[in-house]
Structure formats: structure tokens, C-alpha cells
């Protein structure tokens, strides 16, 4: 997946974080969060990308 994508999907899940649940079966409701990590060597690049990413949220 590209990396750029990547933070992409965490940021929007981040800002919509609560606003939506999801009900498989009656009576069992799970909010619509989306988890990742990133197991990437440290670069100056990736800080500017996250950085990128974290200031429009």
C-alpha cells in the first residue's frame, strides 16, 4: 500500500472517530475504528509525510 495512503486512512479515521457504529446482530454495536502501524525505518521523508498528514487533521 502506499504510504501516502496509508496516514490517509488513519487521519480519516481519526476525524471520524465515534460518529459511526456498526451493528453485525442485534443487541452487539462496535464503533467504526480503523488501527495501524507503520513498521518502517526511521527517515527524514516519513517525518515530513506524517507531518504532512497530522496538520491537515
Same mark, same amino acid.
Given at each position: 500500500?502506499?504510504? *501516502? *495512503?496509508?496516514?490517509?486512512?488513519? *487521519?480519516?479515521?481519526? *476525524? ?13 454495536? =462496535? ?24 496538520? =491537515?487533521?
Amino acid at each position: 500500500m502506499d504510504l *501516502a *495512503a496509508f496516514f490517509g486512512l488513519g *487521519a480519516l479515521s481519526t *476525524a471520524l472517530q465515534g460518529k459511526f457504529v456498526i451493528q453485525p446482530w442485534r443487541g452487539w454495536q =462496535e464503533p467504526l475504528n480503523l488501527y495501524l502501524a507503520s513498521l518502517l525505518p526511521s527517515y527524514s521523508q516519513l517525518q515530513i509525510l506524517i507531518k504532512s498528514t497530522v496538520d =491537515e487533521v
